[in-house]
């Protein structure tokens, strides 16, 4: 079982910035399920696409919502994914999840493995 941790949640003031960071347990490819994305959920409403990165870190993708002001990254080991956060908004407030599965499913809201979430709240 692939296990993912994320770290870096926390309170900021609007405009700041945070980066969150997801370690996966191992680097090695599993199905070819190993692109990495974000995902958020605010208190009653749906879970919600943020961004995601292929294997390889040469292709991103990102929501309307956070386009311009987030960034997506991996380490040189492919086994670590990062999302930088700037000029955030209260509407930004959500808990924020670290997920793996394939390009194409991570769009589709769906993952193979999610990690824990850490809490991010952006006051005004």
């Known amino acids: 079982q692939v296990q993912l941790v994320e770290s870096g949640g926390g309170l900021v003031q609007a405009g700041g910035s945070l980066r969150l960071s997801c370690t996966a347990s191992a680097s090695r490819r599993t199905f070819s399920t190993n692109d990495m994305g974000w995902f958020r959920q605010a208190p009653g409403k749906e879970r919600e696409f943020v961004a995601a990165?292929?294997?390889?870190?040469?292709?991103?993708f990102y929501a309307d919502s956070v386009k311009g002001r987030f960034t997506i990254s991996r380490d040189s080991a492919e086994n670590t994914v990062f999302l930088q956060m700037n000029s955030l908004k209260p509407e930004d407030t959500a808990v924020y999840y670290c997920a793996r599965d394939s390009i194409y499913s991570l769009r589709l809201g769906r993952a193979a493995y999610w990690g824990q979430g850490t809490q991010v709240t952006v006051s005004s």
């Open positions: 990165v292929t294997w390889s870190g040469g292709n991103t």
